[in-house]
């Protein structure tokens, strides 16, 4: 990650952004966040042990994102 006149800092894994088609999504698949249209796709091997499975909105994540 690389904020405007920073250097990069290394952040490790982290979730990546993709754009489908809407209709190639399931629409129980979709949430919405402040008026977005967001659907995750997260492999089994990244969620942390003991994880609710829960991608929560949280300002304070680089991203706005964290996964509980």
């Known amino acids: 990650m690389r904020e405007p006149g920073q250097p990069e ?39 942390p042990p003991g994880a609710q499975r829960i991608v929560d909105v949280d300002k304070t994540q680089p991203f706005g994102f964290a996964l509980r």
């Open 9 to 47: 800092q290394h952040l490790g894994a982290c979730l990546m952004i993709g754009a489908y088609r809407r209709d190639q999504v399931p629409k129980e698949f979709i949430g919405v966040f402040d008026g977005l249209e967001l659907a995750f796709k997260i492999p089994d091997s990244v969620w």
